[in-house]
């Protein structure tokens, strides 16, 4: 069966750094998506990584590595606003979107 | 530009009662999606359609019917509501339905189903 597995919570203080993994195990691969959602929102786009290495954007960053089927999301300089769920997608050789069940990310002040 | 549109917000329905959530957007996206959101689980695809005209089946169909007349509007009925029914939905668009297209997500309605 397809599996895609995320810490469901995380804890971290304001101004810190915070790696969410995510290890997935998908009949094929053609891609991997972050999306954050903030609580009783919809989920809006982070990242798309197709290829191994690491994709910086801003304080985030995605890194991907398909021998692995691993890849995480870091977010540097944490804000009180980046108190939200990151869910990792995951594109099967079918072109369909598989979803995580999301990180939770607590951040303290 | 609004993006993409749901409503109701929010719905408190009847067991057996018929009621059709609506989905709009105005991006001109090719590929719309129906996705249920429940507590502990990742987002679970009901159905999609690629292109006005055509729909598909997603992982959970059973009890939800779809129609895609024209570009804009993917509304999703409940034939017949039960209680398992009480969710999260999302609807969402993306340019194409490759998969590998970002997709746009509505704001949500919360169906509580009693």
């Known amino acids: 069966g397809q599996n895609i597995d995320q810490p469901t919570e995380m804890t971290a203080t304001e101004g810190a750094i915070v790696q969410i993994n995510c290890t997935y195990q998908?009949?094929?691969?053609?891609?991997l998506f972050w999306y954050q959602q903030h609580a009783g929102e919809a989920p809006t786009f982070l990242s798309y990584?197709?290829l191994d290495g690491l994709e910086e954007k801003g304080r985030f960053s995605s890194f991907l590595s398909r021998s692995k089927g691993y890849s995480y999301l870091l977010l540097k300089e944490l804000q009180m606003k980046d108190s939200a769920s990151y869910l990792c997608a995951v594109v099967d050789s079918n072109y369909q979107l598989i979803w995580g069940a999301g990180t939770k990310l607590i951040i303290k002040p | 530009i609004a993006g993409i549109t749901q409503a109701p917000t929010s719905q408190i329905l009847a067991a057996g009662r018929r009621m059709t959530l609506r989905c709009t957007q105005d991006m001109r996206h090719n590929a719309m999606y129906w996705y249920r959101q429940d507590l502990g689980l990742g987002l679970r695809l009901i159905h999609y359609?690629?292109?006005?005209?055509?729909?598909g089946k997603g992982e959970v169909p059973d009890g939800y019917s779809v129609s895609r007349a024209n570009t804009d509007d993917f509304p999703l009925t409940l034939a017949s509501a039960v209680p398992s029914q009480t969710s999260v939905y999302f609807c969402?668009?993306?340019?194409?339905?490759?998969?590998?297209?970002?997709?746009?997500f509505g704001p949500g309605t919360r169906l509580t189903v009693l």
């Open positions: 998908t009949s094929g691969f053609n891609g």
């Open positions: 990584n197709v």
């Open positions: 969402a668009s993306s340019s194409s339905g490759g998969g590998t297209d970002t997709q746009y």
């Open positions: 359609s690629n292109t006005a005209g055509t729909t």
